[in-house]
């Protein structure tokens, strides 16, 4: 990931034209960044991690940016939602504006940082890129009691053992992050170390800035919360 510390006028003009948008108010912090993230071909599990440079949430086309196809998906989860019924779709089609949604209309929802999502990119490998201004301060997301798609609202590389608090784990919760058309499986057990992989090993990978997992608690309530910047 590439950040920059806006510390003149001049920075702060460059770091602005950089997102093709107008002059705006300040942000809580004054970190602006982007990361790059090259998909596989197919389903990929991605989250939110800026925000607007206005403060604001991004909508779906300001947030991911990326040489797209008709026909290209973004699936955005909504865990608030009955577990059958929390995605919203938004197709790509470039002669129609971009991302619609599935009245093809142009995509208005805003997704605030910590949302996660699926991106489908069929047969092809595409390079994408998240970027916006970071929130200052802690991320903390709290579970629900059985599976859910969580997304890390800051840009972090995460580690689950290390720069990851995590609180209210049973042993035997899960974590799975996808790997090409496949999973890798953590499972957390406390007085082992954590969160182990299969051979019950700790966990040293960290995951990609921009990615979402799955988190599967026995009981709702268990919290993972990361440092963010001070402002």
């Known amino acids: 990931m590439d950040v920059k510390r806006i510390l003149a006028c001049a920075a702060l003009l460059a770091g602005l034209l950089f997102f093709n948008g107008r002059l705006s108010a300040a942000v809580e912090s004054d970190i602006v960044g982007y990361t790059t993230v090259r998909t596989t071909p197919g389903f990929n599990m991605l989250g939110a991690v800026f925000t607007g440079l206005d403060g604001e949430p991004q909508s779906v086309a300001q947030v991911i ?4 196809q008709d026909g290209d998906e973004l699936q955005v989860y909504n865990k608030d939602k009955p577990f059958e019924n ?3 779709i938004y197709s790509y089609w470039k002669d129609y504006g971009g991302w619609l949604d599935e009245s093809f209309n ?3 929802q805003k997704l605030v940082p910590g949302t996660a999502f699926w991106l489908k990119t069929p047969g092809r490998s595409v390079d994408i890129t998240l970027r ?6 802690e991320y903390k997301y709290v579970s629900e009691a059985g599976l859910q798609m969580v997304s890390l609202g800051l840009p972090v590389a995460l580690d689950l053992n290390s720069n990851a608090n995590w609180s209210g784990l049973s042993d035997g919760d899960e974590i799975q992050v996808r790997k090409g058309d496949t999973y890798a499986v953590y499972s957390y057990w406390k007085d082992y170390g954590g969160w182990l992989d299969k051979d019950y090993v700790p966990v040293t990978e960290k995951l990609t800035l921009g990615a979402s997992f799955w988190l599967t608690t026995s009981q709702a309530g268990a919290t993972l919360s990361v440092d963010g910047i001070s402002k």
């Open 86 to 88: 929390r995605y919203t």
């Open 106 to 108: 142009p995509a208005t």
């Open 65 to 68: 940016d990326g040489d797209f």
């Open 132 to 137: 916006g201004a970071v929130v200052a301060g």
